[in-house]
């Protein structure tokens, strides 16, 4: 089992940046698929960005495209979201999550294919 916790989130005015970690738990991370989602209030929880279990691979929602940039240390067991050009609609609890596949490559835009989540860390872009 894998435990996942978010942390950077905060209030940040458009344009600024914020970066984001989500530090797993176990020896196996490396193993895993990450992701990123959001979810604002009122809206259902929606794709920003995935990378395989290398970071070889990686797959971003057209929303978020040249903007945000995933990354991954698999020796920190950690996965990281670099936001840049921060706009009042990425307001969002956002949350990472943890898919365990045999496949190298594998990234994943669906919120059901993966396994573990953690808590959320929100994020608030001030106009």
């Known amino acids: 089992q894998v435990q996942l916790v978010e942390s950077g989130g905060g209030l940040v005015q458009a344009g600024g940046s914020l970066r984001l970690s989500c530090a797993a738990s176990?020896?196996?991370?490396?193993?895993?698929?990450m992701g990123w989602f959001r979810q604002a209030p009122g809206k259902e929880r929606e794709f920003v960005a995935a990378?395989?279990?290398?970071?070889?691979?990686?797959y971003y929602a057209d929303s978020v495209k040249g903007r945000f940039t995933i990354s991954r240390d698999n020796a920190k067991n950690t996965v990281y979201l670099q936001m840049n050009s921060l706009k009042p609609e990425d307001t969002a609890v956002y949350y990472c999550?943890?898919?365990?596949?045999?496949?190298?490559?594998?990234?994943?835009?669906?919120?059901?294919?993966?396994?573990?989540w953690g808590q959320g860390t929100q994020v608030t872009v001030s106009s």
């Open positions: 176990g020896r196996t991370f490396s193993s895993y698929a």
């Open positions: 999550a943890a898919r365990r596949t045999a496949i190298v490559t594998l990234t994943s835009r669906y919120p059901s294919d993966y396994d573990y």
């Open positions: 990378i395989s279990r290398s970071g070889g691979s990686t």
